[in-house]
């Protein structure tokens, strides 16, 4: 009866506490939606290790994926450490989920609740290193092989991620140095790909069934690439950054360039 | 790529003739050795301005500025307001420092083991505000496959590595 008496008690505890922390969740919850209006918040690359979701910055390194409070930005609290296995590199946060490249595939964690990520799906594949973007139901990927990443294939593979825990691939194409890649913001059915150096690719996928290669500017050696909202297309190389007009995203005009010494 | 693989094969026949004459425990491999930093040296973070790009490793927006990290070395922040023609407005110095985000103003970047925060609220005079430490892995290994000379934590953190002729490599990837 003793025994009985103690789990009860133990149970009324944990429940007070349970309570106690959904309390708190709420009101960040409300404390975010109040001031999301005032916040801003800069674009990275595909190749980021770092992004920045509402209030919470999360970080991956080659085996953890951090997550940071940053609702008082000068004062950031590490609320989480997530052991993600080895091989961890690039994460990518889309509507409400977090897209996180691995050396075996492409990972997608659920962020409903921002403290607590949660793994929904993972697509495997071959070891290689690989960015991953995501548009609305498509998310695309680059595949890289070679001394750094193991593996020898190098591709581009799109997804359909409609069903999040089931992304299936629809289409594939050979690369010959993959690095980073992004979705036009004026366009989103086309998608630049860095081939490193074999250079930038310009890919039409608005038939998933037969992306095509419709335009390619070989004298970059690209790593990664910015569509930013201003019709502007920034393209990372080893050379130096380059600054495009992409309002005709098969068009690029360039604007200008910072070379690297 | 292809290079060193052709210098390791060189590497490699080489020593296969050499090897009948050597001690064995002399064997010569290309490889990566660790470049350590002090404790000291990690907390060197600086204010700067018209430091050249090096090493461009990543790219970034921010209202209108561009940010681009310079690998190990830190960050150029350009006003960008006119795409034609980015201006450097100030260099942050940290070591190691690989990726970051802004938000409101503020900046997040990596520090070797740790966290920077740094107020750009006015781009051209950043201000450092803090770091929290220890939340990164220190690096154990190089990104490359292959042999490298073993870490040891006795002669400081490691902020990157370098190529280099090992012998009697212990450590592997």
């Not at chain 2, 997040?108 to 950043?126: C, E, F, G, H, M």
Request: hydrophobic share 40%; glycine share 6%.
């Amino acid at each position: 009866m003793k025994t009985f008496k103690n789990y009860f008690l133990s149970a009324l505890c944990i429940s007070v506490l349970i309570a106690c922390e959904k309390e708190k969740t709420n009101a960040d919850t409300e404390q975010m939606s109040s001031t999301k209006s005032a916040v801003s918040s800069g674009q990275g690359g595909s190749m980021a290790q770092f992004a920045v979701v509402n209030e919470y910055l999360y970080t991956v390194d080659y085996k953890t994926l951090h997550v940071f409070l940053i609702s008082d930005p000068k004062n950031p609290i590490e609320l989480e450490a997530i052991d993600l296995g080895v091989g961890i590199e690039t994460i990518h946060p889309q509507d409400g989920k977090l897209f996180i490249g691995t050396q075996s595939g492409v990972r997608i964690y659920d962020i409903s609740n921002p403290r607590n990520p949660v793994e929904v799906s993972e697509f495997q594949h071959v070891t290689s290193c690989d960015p991953v973007v995501a548009n609305g139901n498509i998310a695309v990927a680059t595949l890289r092989g070679g001394t750094e990443c193991g593996g020898n294939l190098n591709e581009l593979d799109v997804f359909d991620i409609s069903d999040i825990e089931n992304p299936t691939m629809l289409a594939t194409q050979e690369l010959i140095n993959p690095y980073g890649v992004g979705f036009s913001k004026v366009n989103e059915n086309i998608i630049y790909v860095c081939d490193g150096y074999a250079g930038l690719k310009i890919y039409d996928i608005s038939n998933l069934l037969a992306i095509e290669l419709i335009a390619e500017l070989p004298s970059l050696e690209p790593i990664d690439v910015i569509s930013s909202d201003n019709n502007l297309l920034i393209v990372l190389t080893a050379a130096g950054v380059y600054q495009f007009d992409a309002t005709d995203p098969l068009n690029l005009v360039e604007k200008s360039f910072i070379p690297s010494i | 790529m292809k290079k060193t693989i052709g210098l390791t094969t060189l590497l490699f026949s080489a020593l296969a003739i050499t090897s009948c004459e050597k001690n064995k425990d002399k064997e010569t491999v290309e490889g990566y050795k660790p470049i350590y930093a002090t404790a000291e040296d990690l907390n060197n973070i600086e204010m700067r301005k018209d430091e050249p790009l090096e090493n461009p490793g990543r790219i970034y927006t921010y209202e209108h500025y561009l940010l681009v990290n310079d690998e190990s070395k830190g960050i150029h922040i350009y006003d960008n307001s006119n795409p034609a023609n980015p201006a450097e407005v100030s260099f942050i110095a940290i070591p190691g420092n690989m990726d970051f985000s802004v938000r409101q103003g503020v900046l997040y970047a990596d520090n070797i083991t740790d966290l920077v925060i740094v107020d750009i609220s006015q781009p051209a005079s950043p201000v450092y505000v803090n770091k929290i430490p220890h939340v990164f892995p220190a690096q154990q290994f190089p990104d490359q496959f292959g042999a490298f000379e073993c870490v040891d934590p006795a002669k400081g953190v490691v902020i990157g590595w370098e190529k280099t002729t090992l012998t009697d490599a212990k450590c592997y990837k």
